[in-house]
């Protein structure tokens, strides 16, 4: 029973924080009416992504809490990559920043990089979890620039 509050504490953490970060910059968006590339999905891809994404990104913290794998370490970097994934969507929706948030987003995915590193080293499923994330914000980042560049 411990274990099941770890994970419902480790899933809703971050997708609570996304969904209160999505709440706060609805009234900024303006996605559609940007000038996107071709391979941009559809505004209605975002929430459903990153909410598959956040419950990864809590299930695997969730193992490695949940069997002691934890450190100081991984703490700081899991928790990091939370809040400047976080801040990203204010720089680029809120301040319109997106030079900036480009650079913002390269230094997320070092950061992911590294998370999924130290979590792979103490659990290979609690790592390969976070690769989808991974994934997602490197094409970010090229969506991201690309609307900077077309804008």
Known sequence: MKNLFVYIKSILVPTVLGGVIGFIISSYMDYNALIKPNFSP???????????????????????????????????????????NLLWSIFFFVFKWRL???????????????????????????????IPYLLWIIFASFLNLTIYLLN
């Open 42 to 84: 559809p505004a209605i891809v975002f929430p459903i992504v990153w909410t598959i994404l956040y419950i990864l990104m809590g299930v695997s913290y969730g193992i490695l809490k949940s069997n002691s794998l934890t450190t100081d370490k991984i703490n700081t970097i899991y928790y990091l990559q939370l809040f400047v």
């Open 100 to 130: 900036f948030s480009f650079i913002w987003i390269l230094l997320l995915i070092v950061l992911v990089i590294l998370m999924i590193k130290n979590f792979y080293s103490k659990n290979k499923v609690a790592g390969l979890l976070q």
